[in-house]
């Protein structure tokens, strides 16, 4: 299939803005990478993208991190690594929350990668202990959000039907992204009608996932933003190495055929979708 339509025929590639709402592009596995993947990517027309928060060493890096660069980041502690979190760290989070919330020039945009995962309780020695710690960390969490009236990134696996409907309990009313998200359609649009948009990337490239396709095709444009969860979630036609957010034109053509609309109209709904999330989003 053609993936530029008749309206683009003149639009070149590099014409499209491309955002990456969630790459972990910090990670030490960048160390001597980093340039040539983000040269690559911004020639292929990626301008901005999203660093999620994960432990609170990093939190207190990630905005230094991001100075003079168009990379922008969330603040939070993810429950991967819950057994690295210590009791101060939440009053750390808060500090460091504020901070950058009072700072004109490098705001934090969301909270996150905060959550639930079940999956990775399961496999704990105690996993009802592992789910209540779990859920601690991320109500915490969540009224943090509440208090800076922030949204949210969200990691959640296993539990979406419990997450959504808690929140909606609680009247959370800032929306954010459920990342990577892979659940039923009716779980899909639970999350829609809280607010939230939907994180895809490397798991629909993969030739089994065609239940993910199919609701990826029968719901709006508007659910969806682009992520590649850089360097997880390695796609389907990277046979090596590492994810990466040169990938994101690449999941917009993707986005495009299951839509059966031009990649012009994927781009800029990408970042509509994410302004509408994060109002202070450079793009
Ligand atoms: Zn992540």
């Given at each position: 299939m053609?993936?530029?339509?008749?309206?683009d025929?003149?639009c070149?590639?590099?014409?499209?803005?491309?955002?990456d709402?969630?790459?972990?592009?910090?990670?030490?596995?960048w160390?001597?990478?980093r340039?040539?993947?983000?040269?690559?990517?911004?020639?292929?027309g990626?301008?901005?993208?999203?660093?999620?928060?994960?432990?609170?060493e990093?939190n207190?890096?990630?905005?230094?991190?991001?100075?003079?660069?168009?990379?922008?980041?969330a603040?939070?502690?993810?429950?991967?690594?819950?057994?690295?979190?210590?009791?101060?760290?939440?009053?750390?989070l808060?500090?460091?929350?504020s901070?950058t919330?009072?700072?004109?020039?490098?705001p934090?945009?969301?909270?996150?990668e905060?959550?639930?995962?079940?999956?990775?309780?399961?496999?704990a020695?105690?996993?009802?202990a592992?789910?209540?710690?779990?859920?601690?960390?991320?109500?915490?969490q969540?009224?943090?959000?509440?208090?800076?009236?922030?949204?949210?990134i969200?990691?959640?696996?296993?539990?979406?039907?419990?997450?959504?409907?808690?929140?909606r309990?609680?009247?959370?009313?800032?929306?954010?992204?459920?990342?990577a998200?892979?659940?039923?359609?009716q779980?899909?649009k639970a999350?829609?009608?809280?607010?939230?948009?939907?994180?895809?990337?490397?798991?629909?490239?993969?030739?089994r996932?065609?239940?993910?396709?199919?609701?990826?095709?029968?719901?709006?444009?508007?659910?969806?933003?682009?992520?590649?969860?850089?360097?997880?979630?390695?796609?389907?036609?990277?046979r090596?190495?590492?994810?990466?957010?040169?990938?994101?034109?690449?999941?917009?053509?993707?986005?495009a055929?299951l839509k059966?609309?031009?990649?012009?109209?994927?781009?800029v709904?990408?970042?509509?979708n994410?302004?509408?999330l994060?109002?202070?989003?450079?793009?």
């Amino acid at each position: 299939m053609n993936l530029l339509d008749s309206n683009d025929q003149e639009c070149a590639p590099t014409d499209l803005i491309w955002i990456d709402s969630h790459c972990h592009f910090d990670f030490p596995q960048w160390h001597s990478q980093r340039d040539e993947h983000w040269q690559l990517a911004q020639t292929l027309g990626v301008q901005s993208l999203i660093i999620p928060g994960i432990t609170i060493e990093q939190n207190q890096q990630v905005a230094q991190f991001c100075a003079d660069t168009p990379w922008q980041f969330a603040l939070g502690l993810h429950p991967y690594f819950l057994a690295q979190h210590g009791d101060n760290d939440l009053d750390a989070l808060e500090r460091l929350l504020s901070r950058t919330v009072e700072s004109q020039q490098s705001p934090a945009i969301a909270v996150g990668e905060i959550g639930l995962d079940w999956v990775l309780a399961k496999q704990a020695d105690d996993p009802d202990a592992a789910r209540a710690q779990q859920w601690q960390l991320f109500e915490a969490q969540v009224v943090l959000a509440e208090r800076y009236q922030l949204p949210l990134i969200l990691h959640i696996r296993g539990c979406h039907d419990q997450a959504a409907s808690w929140l909606r309990r609680r009247r959370f009313s800032f929306g954010g992204i459920v990342h990577a998200f892979s659940g039923s359609e009716q779980q899909a649009k639970a999350w829609l009608d809280l607010g939230f948009k939907l994180g895809i990337g490397g798991a629909m490239t993969f030739p089994r996932a065609n239940k993910l396709r199919n609701t990826i095709s029968s719901l709006p444009l508007s659910a969806w933003v682009l992520e590649t969860d850089a360097p997880d979630m390695r796609p389907a036609f990277f046979r090596q190495g590492v994810s990466s957010p040169v990938a994101i034109p690449l999941y917009g053509a993707i986005l495009a055929t299951l839509k059966q609309v031009s990649l012009m109209e994927v781009s800029v709904q990408n970042q509509n979708n994410l302004l509408s999330l994060f109002p202070g989003l450079k793009t």
